[in-house]
């Protein structure tokens, strides 16, 4: 591991100004950057600990919801508000990670985490993310994991959290603290595609500190679908996010994104043009996620995803619209 | 090992150290370049421990390396087994993601400080009597999630208990046995 410096800032502004040196890292519950040190895929040189900072409050406030950066995934999935007016939120934090490492990992750091891609996070191989411009030996390699929305020539990666798909379909908004002010940045447009430039993920600027999610209102018949490869402690292969508003035997609003599948958490917008305004019968539901894969670039392992998507965007809009 | 002596542990250390497939940087990893030591106060088991560590020391490697507490073990170092499950501040988290330096002041329980006297933790008199092992390995980290799932109350039931025990691999493929453990001591405790 790269030799660090461990600096604790005494606030926020403080903390943004060490973390805009170059060679800075933020650190929340290590829990992604120490894996990421270990194996020499990150290098900084000073790490600043937001711990000090106890930004780690969960405020529910009638309709509205704020999460605060560092607070604990596992809190946020067992907080009553949570259970009630966000079920897809508590419900994609606890089919993440295993209960250890959801009471270490922050609501900061899991927007933040990188992807799993192995090409990526061995040194022994060249990898577009890791290092501009040395090539992606996924596209023609293993791929199984690997993304089919969003692909570009360069990187193939797929954004790998699962939360993130969940704040897709509650319009949260991050907000982001620099040293120009605050900013806030709907969830949608936090994450990039990879397009010419897959090693930069984020809208985040150096030293710019994610100080908040904000979620405007409740989604109480919402749900979070995950497949994976074991029943537990595993990421994606696909997830679903579901939030219907269904009234009088209509659907009036529909928003619904996919994890494991996209470069990014992907919003499916065919599959929500397909819901609105219809009943949510049995055909309608079928039609809808027929429509998921839209776009869709397989390569050459990774083609068992269309049908899989298809399949959990169905059975989650079925679960929320019975 | 200077006189030559061979300790249990020093086998496992040579095992480990077995390289075979390790990388050259990945053996650099393991005699990293010093740089300042910084001193840490951490509260271990309830008794004060201070150290004087690298900056990149996990809490992990502080207990074992440091001071000498090998009753937590070290399988992947990278979150994905369990076997390093310690409690910080009551709450079981991995120790090797976990930087030492950032627990000053925290209380940190290892297998070490489970048992009273010579009497063991009610939890690891259930694995002893429902044989919940065979190499032992992952067991410390086993123990310490159980201990702390029975806390959380997600005992409720057996598929309850095998979500919540998700973070612990065994090898083994002690499972059922270990179900079977956590079941009867959080029933003697509720
Ligand atoms: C074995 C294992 C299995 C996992 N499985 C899953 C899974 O199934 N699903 C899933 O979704 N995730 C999974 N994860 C990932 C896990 O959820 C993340 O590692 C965790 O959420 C990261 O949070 P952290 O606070 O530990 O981040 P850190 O490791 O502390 O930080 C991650 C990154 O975010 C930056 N950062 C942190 N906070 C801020 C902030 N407030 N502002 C700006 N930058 C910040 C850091 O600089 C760093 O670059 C798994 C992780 C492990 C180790
Ligand atoms: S898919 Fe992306 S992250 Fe993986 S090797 Fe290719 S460029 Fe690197
Ligand atoms: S050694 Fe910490 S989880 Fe495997
Ligand atoms: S008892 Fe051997 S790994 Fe669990």
Redesign the pocket.
């Known amino acids: 591991m790269q030799a660090f410096t461990l600096t604790r800032p005494a606030d926020t502004k403080s903390a943004i100004a060490a973390a805009s040196r170059p060679d800075s890292?933020?650190?929340?519950?290590?829990?992604?950057?120490?894996?990421l040190t270990k194996d020499h895929v990150e290098t900084p040189r000073q790490l600043v600990d937001?711990e000090p900072l106890a930004l780690s409050r969960i405020h529910a406030t009638g309709a509205r919801l704020r999460l605060e950066?560092l607070a604990r995934?596992s809190d946020v999935a067992a907080h009553p508000a949570v259970l009630r007016d966000w079920p897809v939120l508590s419900q994609a934090l606890l089919?993440?990670?295993?209960p250890q490492?959801r009471n270490?990992?922050?609501m900061?750091?899991?927007l933040?985490?990188r992807t799993r891609c192995g090409y990526f996070r061995d040194t022994g191989f060249a990898c577009n993310k890791r290092v501009p411009g040395s090539g992606c030996p996924a596209i023609n390699g293993e791929n199984r994991m690997h993304a089919i929305l969003g692909v570009s020539d360069r990187c193939i990666a797929t954004y790998?959290?699962?939360?993130a798909v969940a704040l897709n379909v509650l319009d949260a908004d991050i907000e982001l603290t620099g040293q120009p002010g605050v900013r806030k940045v709907p969830i949608g447009d936090f994450h990039r595609e990879p397009g010419d430039t897959p090693h930069i993920e984020t809208v985040?600027q150096p030293g710019?500190?994610?100080t908040g999610i904000d979620i405007p209102s409740p989604a109480r018949r919402s749900h979070y679908l995950k497949v994976r490869d074991r029943a537990s402690?595993?990421?994606?292969l696909v997830s679903a996010a579901v939030a219907l508003d269904i009234e009088d035997g209509t659907i009036r609003a529909a928003r619904v994104a996919a994890g494991g599948v996209g470069t990014k958490p992907w919003r499916l917008a065919q599959v929500e043009a397909a819901l609105t305004g219809k009943s949510p019968d049995a055909a309608t539901l079928k039609a809808a996620a027929d429509q998921a894969a839209a776009g869709a670039k397989p390569a050459k392992s990774n083609g068992f995803k269309i049908v899989l998507l298809k399949r959990t965007v169905l059975r989650a809009l079925q679960t929320v619209s019975a | 090992m200077a006189d030559g002596s061979v300790t249990r542990r020093g086998v496992m250390v040579g095992a480990a150290g077995g390289v075979v497939f390790s990388t050259p940087r990945a053996r650099a990893d393991e005699n990293p370049p010093a740089t300042d030591a910084i001193a840490v106060k951490l509260r271990v088991n309830g008794e004060a421990l201070h150290l004087e560590i690298d900056p990149r020391t996990s809490l992990l490697d502080a207990l074992r390396e440091t001071a000498g507490l090998t009753g937590t073990k070290k399988g992947c170092d990278?979150?994905?087994c369990g076997a390093c499950t310690v409690h910080l501040d009551d709450r079981r988290i991995v120790s090797c993601?976990t930087l030492a330096a950032r627990c000053e002041g925290k209380h940190i329980r290892t297998i070490e400080g489970l048992s009273s006297a010579d009497r063991l933790h009610p939890m690891q008199a259930a694995f002893v009597e429902h044989d919940g092992f065979q190499c032992g390995y992952c067991t410390p980290g086993q123990i310490m999630s159980a201990v702390a799932l029975v806390k959380e109350g997600h005992a409720g039931s057996d598929g309850e208990i095998r979500e919540w025990m998700s973070g612990n691999i065994c090898r083994c493929g002690a499972y059922p046995n270990i179900v079977a453990a956590i079941r009867q001591a959080a029933s003697a405790e509720g």
Do not use: H, K, V
């Open positions: 890292a933020y650190i929340a519950g290590g829990t992604d950057l120490l894996q937001l950066p995934m089919a993440s990670a295993s490492i270490m990992g922050t900061g750091g899991n933040l985490q790998p959290g699962d939360m985040l710019e500190l994610i402690f595993e990421f994606a | 990278r979150g994905a993601l």
